[in-house]
């Protein structure tokens, strides 16, 4: 099985990874290398719910979880170590938990946060003060292994330091901190960081001011999950205005919530950026869905009559501040969420995109495929396309191809003889009831389509300008002048 999320896969089973699945994999390379692979679009809203049982059983074995995404947790090893006398015994002791449940997971232990996210992804157990060691020999790819604040400048950090010649993880590391930050970008310190095995952040170094928290009564009790959705933007617009007052960010939350029998529900949330006022309404939802979705016997015992916030972590609200253009990164995750309510409720082929396709004229070169289906094209770009019109193509493509007159100066219609050259000049257009003096043409352009067929007349395409901003690209097919697509 694999989890898809823009036609590629974020995660996928021990299974699917055996068969040669692997993350980052378009949907079409993935099936191909496992025909019996079965895809799921990527829901956060139905992986928190689904995730809530997976950190409340290992709440029963360990303190201080902490989740960090929907299917990762974070814990201190310390303890469990500790209690299990190793930490291979802390491991097995995770796994069976897990296993029981129904679950499969791998753990990492590391040092530092990222080294163990890392190494969970390889299901090792890095020892004390290995962690540098660990990580030299990867690829350098693996330090983009979790999305971060800038998912996309990691992305291109790492396509630039791959192109450079460093390969490996270490090859980085060598580099000094003085070299990474006069060369490259904020989020390339941060790697750095990762990459020699330090910390990304300072622990928070005390309790954040109580004057911070939220609460929030609820009156009626909270027991279906569109009154938890309300509450929880609720809550986060308070918490977030609270902490924007102080000029402060939230780093880790920690949700708590208590029921009408005097149950008390706990979850801490540790993000890699600080939340916003969405992401604090989104963490708030999937946790209280995940509390009133659970089975029977794990399920609150009453409905929730007090939510509380608090901010555990937190770091300068400059790390929030909007750039140059307004823009906080998350634009394109709104856009797409937008996009697939949009499909939800007109159907999958009520949002397409284009796809770069072979082909000869404008239209041609475009495929529309539905939004998050395959991006394939019709025809291959890639093998030559003799007649092809030159760049740039039309601003404008015409479907419905209006008919034109194309006259050379004396008024005489001009035509396409049968060496592909213009009958005589062209001069003006007549479009309707509108025409126009030329200013420039260009052209033609002999289509080598269908001559063998009997009776076939020469095709081309040409390029006039009329006077002001407009161009025209035009086709002729049967003696008939046709605008396949405007110039702006």
């Known amino acids: ?29 993935a099936q191909g290398r496992c025909p019996e692979l079965v895809v799921a679009q990527q829901d956060p809203d139905r992986d928190a719910r689904l995730f809530e049982p997976v950190a409340s059983t290992v709440d029963t074995l360990a303190s201080g979880v902490e989740v960090l995404r929907p299917g990762l947790l974070a814990l201190s090893a310390r303890g469990v170590i500790r209690y299990f006398g190793s930490a291979e015994a802390a491991a097995r002791r995770l796994l069976a938990a897990l296993a029981t449940a129904g679950v499969e997971a791998r753990v990492g232990i590391a040092d530092e946060l990222s080294t163990a996210i890392i ?100 009156d009626p009790p909270i027991d279906r999950v569109d009154r938890a959705a309300f509450a ?23 949700i708590r919530a208590e029921t009408e029998t005097g149950e008390h529900l706990s979850r801490v949330w ?10 604090v309404a989104d963490r708030v939802r999937w946790q209280l869905d995940g509390w009133l ?51 939800g409720l007109l159907g999958g082929d009520a949002v397409q995109v284009g796809v770069l396709s072979g082909g000869r004229g404008p239209a041609e070169r475009v495929t529309m495929v539905a939004f998050g289906d395959e991006p394939a094209p019709h025809t291959d770009p890639a093998p030559p396309w003799p007649g092809r019109i030159p760049e740039p193509a039309p601003a404008v ?7 034109v007159t194309l006259e ?57 300008e009329l006077p002001g901003p407009h161009s ?4 002729v097919r049967d003696d008939q002048w046709c605008v396949e697509g405007l110039y702006e």
Not at 240 to 251: D, I, N, Q
Not at 270 to 277: D, F, H, K, N
């Open 270 to 279: 540790r993000c890699a950026e600080p939340l916003t006022a969405d992401g």
């Open 119 to 218: 190494a969970a992804r390889h299901g090792t157990l890095v020892a004390p003060g290995q962690d540098a060691r660990f990580l030299a020999p990867l690829p350098i790819r693996e330090l983009a292994a979790e999305p971060g604040p800038a998912a996309a400048e990691r992305a291109a950090l790492l396509d630039l330091l791959h192109r450079l010649g460093l390969r490996r993880i270490a090859d980085f590391a060598e580099l000094t901190p003085a070299q990474v930050t006069s060369r490259f970008g904020t989020d390339a310190i941060r790697a750095h960081r990762v990459a020699r095995a330090l910390p990304e952040r300072p622990p928070a170094p005390r309790r954040p001011a109580p004057e911070l928290e939220v609460r929030l009564p609820c």
């Open 472 to 475: 025209l690209l035009l086709l």
């Open 232 to 254: 929880g933007r609720l809550l986060a617009t308070r918490l977030t205005a609270t902490l924007a007052a102080a000029t402060l960010a939230c780093t880790r939350l920690e």
């Open 408 to 464: 050379s100066a004396d008024g005489t219609p001009v035509r396409i003889t049968e060496r592909g050259r213009f009958s005589g000049p062209p001069a003006r257009l007549r479009w309707g009831r509108s025409s126009w003096r030329l200013t420039a043409w260009a052209g033609p352009w002999l289509l080598d389509e269908l001559w063998w067929s009997p009776g076939a007349t020469p095709s081309a395409r040409a390029q006039v």
């Open 1 to 29: 099985m694999a989890v898809l999320h823009a036609n590629r896969v974020v995660t996928c089973s021990a299974a699917a990874r055996e068969a040669g699945v692997r993350r980052g994999m378009r949907k079409r390379e």
């Open 293 to 343: 979705t659970r089975p029977p016997d794990g399920r609150p015992t009453g409905p929730i009559i007090l939510l509380h916030l608090i901010p555990v972590e937190l770091v300068p609200a400059a790390a929030l501040q909007l750039g140059l253009w307004g823009d906080t990164g998350s634009g394109d995750e709104r856009a797409l969420r937008a996009l697939v309510r949009v499909q």
């Open 397 to 403: 493509i015409m479907l419905d191809l209006p008919p």
